[in-house]
């Protein structure tokens, strides 16, 4: 069977790694680039961060794209060190690469040339905040339907955010591109939100049995997570699930067809996730909110990703 071909866009933190190596571990897809926004950390830190998983992974022949440093606005407050201020757990690590084998193309037209180059072939996942996808459909407003599926790690669905107090981080980093790409961007769009993220959360011991396979990526990941898994009762892997449905369309369960905006003006709200249930706007596109997960499914791409 052909492979599903995947551009994944990413602002690497540990989830984006754990995610980014799902989808090189998994026969069924095929990565044709990643590309890098700010968020997590600074972008030259993303750059380094994918070129370390790719390297740890042996698979530095993807290429690797520099995108958005800052929000559209710009000005975004940065500091949010949930994954360490490198984003990958502050480990020092000889082995870490420089940012020599970074593409010279901007991510933004790279993301525009290889969905140009396989139109309606590719499935986008996004994992960092949506800027690098804002600016390429104002490039090219044609983009969006040369995708296949988007699937985007982004928003909350009761207004409970993790960043702010009613906003999620990815989407709160960059509000207007959030917008932009939900009003924009028609193709068929997948969300996993962070209310779906903590519903389907796992075990700290799946976690362990997890990091504890005797193998390098297995090694790699229990040293990038040893500072966070301190005091966690749980295991979320928040962009993992992104990815996991990109993978295998059947780990997702159950979705809500919904139409979905992103408040850009609210003092308290700015950046939520907005859920238009009784469809008052009017509009004809409604974006897949996902509800259950097949966990059993979801773990086994996590346990492979590490093998
Ligand atoms: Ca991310």
């Not at 939900?182 to 075990?203: G, M, W």
């Not at 993978?247 to 238009?276: F, K």
């Amino acid at each position: 069977m052909a492979k599903k071909l995947l551009v994944v866009d990413v602002d690497c933190g540990v989830d984006d790694a754990q995610a980014i190596m799902m989808a090189l571990a998994s026969p069924s897809v095929e990565i044709l680039g990643i590309t890098c926004c700010f968020g997590n950390t600074s972008i030259e830190n993303v750059c380094r961060n994918v070129l370390h998983v790719l390297k740890v992974c042996n698979r530095t022949e993807i290429p690797v794209f520099r995108g958005a440093s800052d929000s559209l606005l710009g000005g975004s407050d940065l500091p949010f060190l949930h994954f360490g201020g490198d984003g990958l757990g502050d480990v020092p690590d000889q082995a870490r690469p420089g940012l020599e084998n970074l593409q010279g193309e901007h991510a933004v037209q790279a993301l525009l040339r290889i969905i140009s180059e396989h139109a309606g072939q590719i499935c986008l996942v996004a994992t960092g905040p949506l800027t690098n996808l804002a600016l390429a459909v104002k490039l090219d407003p044609t983009f969006p339907q040369k995708l296949k599926h988007l699937y985007i790690m982004g928003g909350n669905m009761d207004g409970t955010g993790n960043r702010s107090m009613c906003a999620e981080f990815n989407f709160s980093l960059d509000p207007e591109a959030a917008h932009i790409v939900l009003n924009q961007f028609l193709c068929p769009t997948y969300i996993a939100t962070l209310q779906f993220t903590y519903n389907n959360s796992l075990s700290m011991d799946f976690f362990k049995d997890l990091v504890n396979q005797n193998t390098m990526k297995a090694r790699f990941m229990k040293k990038i997570t040893s500072q966070w898994s301190h005091n966690k009762s749980d295991f979320v892997s928040y962009d993992s699930y992104a990815m996991a449905a990109a993978i295998d369309e059947s780990v997702i369960t159950d979705y809500l067809a919904c139409s979905v905006s992103v408040e850009l003006n609210g003092q308290l709200t700015r950046g939520m996730l907005v859920l238009d249930v009784n469809n008052r706007q009017k509009k004809t596109h409604k974006a897949f909110l996902m509800k259950r997960c097949d966990l059993e499914k979801f773990k086994k791409l996590l346990m492979l990703s590490l093998q």
